[in-house]
């Protein structure tokens, strides 16, 4: 049996203490919240599927080239917490791949392959190409990741994904409907981007 996001949560916590702990935990608390909400979804809601859409961002005092230096690279994700090896052919050439590995050798993957970089604007977008719903409840998903100039000479680091839910039939499971895949992706985005404003706070 694959291991879950939230399972992730408490494998990283037991992790050397310079990384901070995954934050998938966070939801099972929605997911108590978003059972209620969607016994109030209209029927078009509750059935048909609809591309969904999450966008975080942070900000951190850091030159967008520093910042750009650690997530500019599409073969390395070693900034993220969940992240335990990428490994790919192409490197920043659009139609690069790369798998990405959670948790521990062995674990769950997630293959992506690279349709946009542009170094100019410190921005690159992939999609995924093979994901188990079990580790990610998403299909048909897309990201773009980006570095843009922040207050004082700092940086604003964007992250955001389109995607459909897991189960793209009607009458989806709870694990697997609308709800269920923004709070995942939800998820990932922040774990990054609270690892990223921990690397680059002030000391």
Known sequence: MLPTFS???AVLADREPRRKPFRFAWLAVLAA????LSG??????AHGPTRQKVTLTTEVPAAPADVWA?????QDMSWHPAVFSTKGEGGNDIDATRV????????????EVLYKYDA???TYSYRITDVKVEVLPVTNYSSHLTVKPGKDGGSLIEWKGAFYRGYPNND???NLNDEAAIAAVSAVYQAGLDALSDRFAKK
Request: charged residues 15%; negative net charge; proline residues 11%.
């Open 100 to 111: 990405v590995t959670l948790e521990k050798e062995g674990g769950p993957t997630i293959s």
């Open 120 to 122: 100019t604007k410190m």
């Open 172 to 174: 989806p499971p709870e």
């Open 40 to 45: 109030a979804l209209t029927p078009s809601e």
């Open 70 to 74: 650690v997530i500019g690279n599409f």
């Open 33 to 36: 919240g978003l059972v209620a």
């Open 7 to 9: 399972h992730l949560s």
